[in-house]
Protein backbone atom coordinates (compact mmCIF):
# COMPACT_ATOMS: atom_id res chain seq x y z
CA UNK A 1 0.00 0.00 0.00
CA UNK A 2 2.25 2.76 -1.35
CA UNK A 3 -0.71 5.22 -2.49
CA UNK A 4 -3.08 7.01 -0.20
CA UNK A 5 -6.83 6.45 -1.29
CA UNK A 6 -9.17 9.64 -0.35
CA UNK A 7 -12.86 9.42 1.61
CA UNK A 8 -14.85 12.67 1.32
CA UNK A 9 -15.95 13.05 5.56
CA UNK A 10 -17.83 15.67 6.72
CA UNK A 11 -17.58 19.59 6.00
CA UNK A 12 -15.65 18.98 3.14
CA UNK A 13 -12.82 17.36 4.50
CA UNK A 14 -10.90 14.66 2.29
CA UNK A 15 -9.72 11.66 4.91
CA UNK A 16 -6.66 10.10 3.58
CA UNK A 17 -6.69 6.49 3.87
CA UNK A 18 -5.05 2.80 3.11
CA UNK A 19 -6.86 -0.30 2.70
CA UNK A 20 -5.84 -4.08 1.59
CA UNK A 21 -8.72 -6.67 1.75
CA UNK A 22 -7.77 -10.14 3.00
CA UNK A 23 -9.50 -12.62 5.00
CA UNK A 24 -11.76 -12.52 8.03
CA UNK A 25 -13.27 -8.87 9.82
CA UNK A 26 -11.06 -6.03 8.79
CA UNK A 27 -8.44 -4.90 11.27
CA UNK A 28 -8.83 -1.14 11.85
CA UNK A 29 -6.06 1.09 13.23
CA UNK A 30 -7.31 4.37 15.04
CA UNK A 31 -4.54 6.62 15.93
CA UNK A 32 -4.51 9.01 19.32
CA UNK A 33 -5.07 12.41 19.89
CA UNK A 34 -2.18 14.40 17.52
CA UNK A 35 -1.00 10.77 15.80
CA UNK A 36 -1.54 9.54 12.72
CA UNK A 37 -1.80 6.03 10.52
CA UNK A 38 2.28 6.16 10.25
CA UNK A 39 3.05 5.65 13.75
CA UNK A 40 5.17 2.23 14.90
CA UNK A 41 1.91 0.56 16.08
CA UNK A 42 -0.16 0.88 13.06
CA UNK A 43 2.89 0.02 10.91
CA UNK A 44 3.56 -3.18 12.74
CA UNK A 45 -0.04 -4.56 12.51
CA UNK A 46 -0.19 -3.55 8.71
CA UNK A 47 2.89 -5.37 8.25
CA UNK A 48 1.43 -8.53 9.86
CA UNK A 49 -2.26 -7.95 8.87
CA UNK A 50 0.04 -8.31 5.08
CA UNK A 51 1.65 -11.37 5.97
CA UNK A 52 -1.33 -13.23 6.86
CA UNK A 53 -3.61 -12.18 3.93
CA UNK A 54 -6.03 -10.66 6.60
CA UNK A 55 -7.90 -7.47 5.58
CA UNK A 56 -6.69 -4.05 7.00
CA UNK A 57 -7.11 -0.36 7.17
CA UNK A 58 -5.35 2.97 8.41
CA UNK A 59 -6.14 6.02 8.28
CA UNK A 60 -5.83 9.91 9.63
CA UNK A 61 -8.60 11.85 11.22
CA UNK A 62 -10.10 14.44 9.78
CA UNK A 63 -6.91 17.45 10.44
CA UNK A 64 -4.69 15.13 11.05
CA UNK A 65 -1.81 13.64 9.03
CA UNK A 66 -2.72 13.26 5.11
CA UNK A 67 -5.77 14.15 5.61
CA UNK A 68 -7.70 17.78 5.08
CA UNK A 69 -8.90 19.93 7.52
CA UNK A 70 -7.51 22.00 10.59
CA UNK A 71 -6.79 20.45 13.28
CA UNK A 72 -7.47 23.20 15.69
CA UNK A 73 -11.15 23.15 14.24
CA UNK A 74 -12.03 19.51 15.43
CA UNK A 75 -13.59 17.77 17.75
CA UNK A 76 -14.22 13.55 19.47
CA UNK A 77 -17.59 13.77 17.57
CA UNK A 78 -16.05 14.86 14.55
CA UNK A 79 -13.50 11.81 14.63
CA UNK A 80 -16.19 9.51 15.84
CA UNK A 81 -17.98 10.47 12.45
CA UNK A 82 -14.95 9.87 10.90
CA UNK A 83 -14.28 6.43 12.39
CA UNK A 84 -18.00 5.05 11.42
CA UNK A 85 -17.67 6.66 7.87
CA UNK A 86 -14.34 4.30 7.66
CA UNK A 87 -16.29 1.39 8.75
CA UNK A 88 -19.25 2.04 6.69
CA UNK A 89 -17.98 3.06 3.27
CA UNK A 90 -14.46 1.58 3.51
CA UNK A 91 -14.60 -1.79 5.49
CA UNK A 92 -17.85 -2.53 4.50
CA UNK A 93 -18.39 -5.49 7.22
CA UNK A 94 -17.26 -6.99 9.80
CA UNK A 95 -14.13 -5.36 11.24
CA UNK A 96 -12.27 -5.45 14.74
CA UNK A 97 -10.78 -2.26 15.91
CA UNK A 98 -7.57 -1.67 17.74
CA UNK A 99 -7.27 1.77 19.48
CA UNK A 100 -4.42 3.50 20.66
CA UNK A 101 -4.78 5.74 23.83
CA UNK A 102 -7.63 8.40 22.37
CA UNK A 103 -8.19 5.48 19.92
CA UNK A 104 -9.19 3.31 22.59
CA UNK A 105 -11.94 5.92 23.60
CA UNK A 106 -13.01 6.19 20.12
CA UNK A 107 -13.27 2.40 19.68
CA UNK A 108 -15.96 2.14 22.46
CA UNK A 109 -17.45 4.67 21.00
CA UNK A 110 -17.76 2.80 17.45
CA UNK A 111 -18.57 -0.60 19.24
CA UNK A 112 -21.71 1.46 20.70
CA UNK A 113 -22.85 2.64 17.42
CA UNK A 114 -22.39 -0.18 15.06
CA UNK A 115 -22.52 -3.07 17.50
CA UNK A 116 -23.49 -5.63 14.32
CA UNK A 117 -19.79 -5.08 12.46
CA UNK A 118 -17.53 -4.40 15.55
CA UNK A 119 -16.57 -8.32 16.05
CA UNK A 120 -13.84 -7.27 19.08
CA UNK A 121 -11.59 -4.40 20.11
CA UNK A 122 -8.23 -4.45 21.26
CA UNK A 123 -7.07 -1.20 23.51
CA UNK A 124 -3.44 0.03 23.74
CA UNK A 125 -3.60 2.32 26.73
CA UNK A 126 -7.46 3.15 25.90
CA UNK A 127 -7.93 6.91 27.27
CA UNK A 128 -11.43 7.05 27.82
CA UNK A 129 -12.62 10.50 29.32
CA UNK A 130 -9.31 12.14 29.71
CA UNK A 131 -11.13 15.36 28.96
CA UNK A 132 -11.84 14.96 32.44
CA UNK A 133 -9.00 13.21 33.89
CA UNK A 134 -6.36 14.43 31.81
CA UNK A 135 -5.93 18.06 32.74
CA UNK A 136 -5.52 19.91 36.27
CA UNK A 137 -8.45 22.84 36.93
CA UNK A 138 -5.72 25.36 36.28
CA UNK A 139 -5.75 23.61 32.12
CA UNK A 140 -9.46 23.26 31.95
CA UNK A 141 -9.68 27.08 33.30
CA UNK A 142 -7.29 28.35 30.62
CA UNK A 143 -8.93 25.66 27.93
CA UNK A 144 -12.07 27.85 28.73
CA UNK A 145 -10.54 31.18 28.62
CA UNK A 146 -7.95 31.10 26.02
CA UNK A 147 -9.79 28.67 23.78
CA UNK A 148 -6.75 26.66 23.51
CA UNK A 149 -3.93 25.17 25.61
CA UNK A 150 -0.85 25.01 24.41
CA UNK A 151 1.85 21.90 26.10
CA UNK A 152 5.35 20.76 25.38
CA UNK A 153 4.86 16.95 23.72
CA UNK A 154 7.37 14.41 25.45
CA UNK A 155 6.94 12.92 21.77
CA UNK A 156 8.29 15.70 19.42
CA UNK A 157 9.28 19.16 18.92
CA UNK A 158 5.67 19.93 17.95
CA UNK A 159 3.27 21.22 20.72
CA UNK A 160 0.18 19.69 22.24
CA UNK A 161 -2.73 21.66 21.59
CA UNK A 162 -6.02 20.97 23.22
CA UNK A 163 -8.58 23.15 21.97
CA UNK A 164 -12.06 24.38 24.01
CA UNK A 165 -14.18 22.94 21.06
CA UNK A 166 -12.37 19.49 21.30
CA UNK A 167 -12.45 19.71 25.06
CA UNK A 168 -15.74 20.50 25.21
CA UNK A 169 -16.92 17.44 22.92
CA UNK A 170 -15.03 15.58 24.74
CA UNK A 171 -16.74 15.89 27.86
CA UNK A 172 -20.42 15.48 26.36
CA UNK A 173 -18.86 12.47 25.20
CA UNK A 174 -17.34 10.54 28.97
CA UNK A 175 -18.73 7.03 29.45
CA UNK A 176 -17.03 5.51 32.21
CA UNK A 177 -19.25 6.72 34.64
CA UNK A 178 -22.03 3.76 33.98
CA UNK A 179 -21.98 0.24 32.62
CA UNK A 180 -21.04 0.12 28.83
CA UNK A 181 -22.97 -1.95 26.40
CA UNK A 182 -20.40 -3.54 24.70
CA UNK A 183 -20.62 -7.62 24.25
CA UNK A 184 -17.22 -8.57 21.79
CA UNK A 185 -14.19 -10.04 22.90
CA UNK A 186 -12.16 -7.33 24.71
CA UNK A 187 -8.66 -7.22 24.93
CA UNK A 188 -6.79 -4.64 26.84
CA UNK A 189 -2.70 -3.84 27.02
CA UNK A 190 -1.48 -1.37 29.58
CA UNK A 191 2.41 -0.41 30.77
CA UNK A 192 2.39 0.47 33.78
CA UNK A 193 4.95 2.84 33.59
CA UNK A 194 2.31 5.09 31.48
CA UNK A 195 3.08 8.54 32.34
CA UNK A 196 0.28 9.73 30.65
CA UNK A 197 -2.91 7.34 30.97
CA UNK A 198 -2.96 5.85 34.58
CA UNK A 199 -2.91 1.89 33.91
CA UNK A 200 -5.59 0.99 36.19
CA UNK A 201 -8.02 2.48 33.56
CA UNK A 202 -7.92 -0.85 31.58
CA UNK A 203 -9.33 -3.39 34.73
CA UNK A 204 -12.20 -0.33 35.17
CA UNK A 205 -13.13 -0.71 31.20
CA UNK A 206 -13.11 -4.50 31.42
CA UNK A 207 -15.52 -3.78 34.72
CA UNK A 208 -17.58 -1.78 33.17
CA UNK A 209 -18.27 -3.70 29.72
CA UNK A 210 -20.68 -5.74 29.44
CA UNK A 211 -18.66 -8.76 27.89
CA UNK A 212 -17.43 -11.38 29.89
CA UNK A 213 -14.77 -12.21 27.27
CA UNK A 214 -12.07 -9.54 28.23
CA UNK A 215 -8.94 -9.89 29.03
CA UNK A 216 -6.88 -7.07 30.54
CA UNK A 217 -2.52 -7.37 29.91
CA UNK A 218 -0.18 -5.28 31.95
CA UNK A 219 3.24 -4.72 31.20
CA UNK A 220 5.17 -3.82 34.53
CA UNK A 221 7.93 -1.65 32.61
CA UNK A 222 5.73 -0.25 29.73
CA UNK A 223 5.23 2.92 28.97
CA UNK A 224 2.44 5.00 27.23
CA UNK A 225 4.09 4.20 23.45
CA UNK A 226 4.14 0.70 23.88
CA UNK A 227 6.32 0.86 20.76
CA UNK A 228 9.02 -1.42 21.64
CA UNK A 229 10.21 -4.31 19.87
CA UNK A 230 8.80 -6.45 22.74
CA UNK A 231 5.82 -4.47 22.96
CA UNK A 232 5.15 -4.80 19.27
CA UNK A 233 5.31 -8.67 19.58
CA UNK A 234 2.83 -8.92 22.68
CA UNK A 235 0.29 -6.86 20.38
CA UNK A 236 0.56 -8.52 17.24
CA UNK A 237 0.23 -11.81 19.23
CA UNK A 238 -2.96 -10.05 20.59
CA UNK A 239 -4.55 -9.13 17.69
CA UNK A 240 -3.58 -12.87 16.50
CA UNK A 241 -5.03 -14.36 18.96
CA UNK A 242 -8.02 -12.61 18.53
CA UNK A 243 -8.85 -12.40 14.90
CA UNK A 244 -8.14 -16.54 14.76
CA UNK A 245 -10.62 -16.06 17.23
CA UNK A 246 -13.12 -14.60 15.77
CA UNK A 247 -12.66 -15.92 12.69
Known amino acids: MTDFSYLAGADGRMLAYRHRAGRGPCLVFL ?46 AGWLGDVLAMIDQVAGGDVVLAGSSM ?25 PDFTGWGFTEAQKMTILRDGRLVEDSPYGDTPYVTTRVFWESGEAMRMMH ?55 ALLTATVAGLMEQIG
Open 31 to 76: PGYMSDMEGTKALALDAWAEAQGRAFLRFDYGGCGQSSGDFEAQTL
Open 103 to 127: GGWLMLHAALARPRAVKGLVGIAAA
Open 178 to 232: APIDIGCPIRLLHGQRDADVPWTWAPEIARLVRSDDVQVTLVKDGDHRLSRESDI
